[in-house]
């Protein structure tokens, strides 16, 4: 078996047929498809045991645990020589594992990460490239791959130059096994998957960087109050401190300091855009001002701003970091109604 998907399911009756016909349109033949039903309360359980009929797919049912919990289910019941995640929301290109699958064999990578699409809910697309040529790292060149998922350079233009997710990218399996690389739980740290490949990375001995885009990352605007959590930041600092310390163990501060400030503001700018958002869209009763407020006074946000060249920053990031740093509650609310109502786009981040 060569690769295995594995797709966490949860309450996605409306959108998983869309999901599986893609990925039983794939390419690559010598694959398994490894449905785990995280306790769904609609019909999607019913939907993977009819899946469940088809040749090369498997269907496991569980107690609602999380994301991270599912996707350890699979892994645990994967058989394939590579780990692919898909969540049930998106969608691929047909020939995405196949191309993925042969990088890695070609190029002997533990590990293949490639770009992938914005989907928003008016049928726009939107291209995230990772890189614009196929690019493969080894030895401690792979330490760079692991700060450009952490963060990027200030004036990058993505956050994170290779992103945070788990999804649009192959794992060899023997490493996860080897290793006991797992997910936590959602439940006791934001952003799992950045802790999955900061893991996953510290082990691989080499990497490859490819510039498809056919992963459909898929927002969904009427998912906004699920999604909202009035403690987000305060997870993201978390986040961001456990990230600090993974880092501090392998790297001088001066190697990983520029990277890792880059995370913990764009947390914050993220953060404070939800929080804007929800109030507008969801809840008018919502205290905007002091939520927008206790983020902009957060002693590691101010820490972490100091010295940071905000000024390197593209354009709007740029002025988001200095009122950020300048603790300007209400020029900040103002900035994002202005960028909601003139420049949207994504809600939606890994």
């Known amino acids: 078996m060569k690769v295995s998907i594995i797709v966490p399911v949860y309450n996605v009756e409306k959108y998983l047929k869309r999901c599986m016909e893609s990925l039983l349109a794939q390419t690559l033949q010598e694959k398994e ?24 797919v498997k269907v496991i049912h569980q107690e609602n645990a999380g994301l991270g919990m599912a996707r350890n289910t699979g892994m645990a019941a994967a058989g394939g020589e590579y780990i692919m995640f898909v969540d049930s929301d ?6 995405l594992t196949e191309h993925l699958y042969q990088v890695c ?12 699409r914005m989907v928003y809910p008016d049928g726009r697309q939107k291209a995230r490239p990772c890189v614009d040529k196929t690019q493969v790292f ?40 080897d290793f006991g690389i797992r ?28 510039t498809d885009t056919a992963y459909f ?12 959590r009035g403690d987000r930041f305060a997870q993201d600092c978390k986040l961001a401190l456990a990230v600090r310390e993974i880092l501090a163990a392998d790297f001088e501060e001066q190697e990983f300091t520029i990277y890792w400030k880059r995370l913990l503001t764009s947390r914050a700018r993220f953060d404070m855009i939800q929080e804007v958002v929800y109030h507008d869209r969801v809840d008018r009763q919502y205290p905007l001002r002091a939520s927008i407020s206790t983020i902009v006074h957060n002693e590691v946000l101010q820490e972490a701003l100091r010295d940071y060249p ?20 209400g020029f900040l609310i103002w900035l994002i109604r202005i960028k909601q109502r003139f420049m949207p786009g994504n809600q939606k981040m890994g």
Request: hydrophobic fraction near 40%; proline fraction near 2%; charge should be neutral.
């Open 105 to 116: 064999e070609k190029q002997g990578a533990d590990i293949c990460i490639s770009g992938f």
């Open 33 to 56: 498809i490894i449905l785990v039903d995280d306790g769904s309360a609609d019909g999607s359980g019913a939907m993977c045991d009819a899946y469940a009929e088809l040749p090369g």
């Open 310 to 329: 905000w000024y390197k920053l593209p354009g709007m990031q740029g002025i988001f970091a200095f009122m950020m740093k300048r603790k300007q509650t």
């Open 183 to 210: 997910f936590l739980s959602e439940r006791e740290m934001i952003s799992e998957d950045l802790l999955f490949n900061l893991a996953f990375l510290s082990h691989a001995g080499r990497a490859a960087v490819i």
């Open 90 to 95: 998106d969608y691929v290109g047909r020939e």
């Open 217 to 228: 990352y898929c927002t969904n605007e009427n998912s906004l109050s699920k999604r909202h």
């Open 138 to 177: 080894t030895g401690r060149d792979v330490r760079q791959v692991l700060l450009n998922t952490v963060g990027a350079l200030p004036e990058d233009a993505l956050d994170s130059k290779y992103g945070a997710t788990a999804c649009a990218r192959l794992y060899r399996r023997k490493i996860v096994r």
